[in-house]
């Protein structure tokens, strides 16, 4: 396989992705984007949870939901926050005047009370909580979002700003665990029938700093992660396309969702990363999608 700098060179020059000067901020071509609603589709026929409830988040969260989820914890070095002016005439004219001596302008912007989505599933936990206890039945929600991670990198399937279908599990334990285990399956069979060579392995979170090692070690011990492989920078490191966890009651204990019973609920969440997958698609089957196998595209655009 060629390396991950020409992979993106060739979906640059194919006109696939756009660049845009900063790494992994890209724009995405309509022939890029028919594929991501492709596989969009597919999820909700093949991958359909009967009586999930379907929500859509924008792409920013309240600064506070990042705060209290333990992100910053984690994932300090992933966490985008957004800033902005909130001055007077005065304070304007020194920001233009900064601008226009190509001084650093961005000490005049003030936080805000949001934060960007890192992952489609955060702002699902604080709104669960808000409604009370979940029945013993459980809970299923569909969610979707662009997500934020402060990761520049040249590697096409790694971007700061990706999109992620979720499905996010709130329940007892075992169900819960079942549900994580069954979508690790389904999400075999799933992207295997698209074509794709797919290998699914325990993984873990890239928590932050030394007491992150600790962190990772204990989440793979416990097998709470597991990743959905496929090659597509490099058949050495092939890339997790979609990621099944169980988070125990580790949300739950944070927001405090409770069952029914009062007991702690637990949670899991099944993310389908659109991007990555749409990549990994133009890479083992060629970047002129008319030209894909049959059964691929019957797959992703039926009728
Ligand atoms: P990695 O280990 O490669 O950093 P991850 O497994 O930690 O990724 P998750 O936090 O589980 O990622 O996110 C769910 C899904 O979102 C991943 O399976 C992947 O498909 C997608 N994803 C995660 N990070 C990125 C990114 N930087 N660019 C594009 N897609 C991403
Ligand atoms: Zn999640």
Known sequence: MPTENSFRDTLFDAGL?????????????????SVVDGIDGLISRDGGMPGAEVV?????????????????????????????????????????????????????????DLAL?????????????????????????DVSSYCFRHEPSVEPTRMQMFRMREFVCIGAPASVLAFRDMWSERGRVL???????????VANDPFFGRGGKIMAESQRDQALKYELLVPVNSTESP???????????????????????GSLAHTACVGFGFERLTLALFRHHGLDRSAWPQHVKTALWPS
């Open 17 to 33: 992705l756009i660049a845009s000067g900063v790494d992994g901020i890209y724009g995405r071509s309509g022939e890029f984007e």
């Open 56 to 112: 859509r988040f924008p792409p920013a969260m309240p600064r506070s939901v990042m705060e209290t989820s333990g992100y910053l914890k984690g994932f300090p070095h992933l966490a985008g926050t957004v800033h902005c002016f909130c001055g007077d005439d005065r304070a304007h004219k020194k920001l233009l005047q900064c601008l226009e001596a190509g001084e650093d302008w961005t000490a005049q912007q003030q936080s805000v």
């Open 191 to 201: 992207i295997g029938a698209l074509g794709l060579p797919v290998a699914i392995d």
């Open 239 to 261: 890339t997790a396309c979609l990621s099944f966890n169980y988070h125990m009651d580790h949300f739950s204990e944070i927001w405090d969702l409770r069952m029914e019973d």
């Open 117 to 141: 989505t890192p992952a489609a599933c955060y702002p699902v936990y604080p709104m669960m909580a808000l409604r009370g206890p979940v029945s013993a039945a459980g809970h299923i929600v």
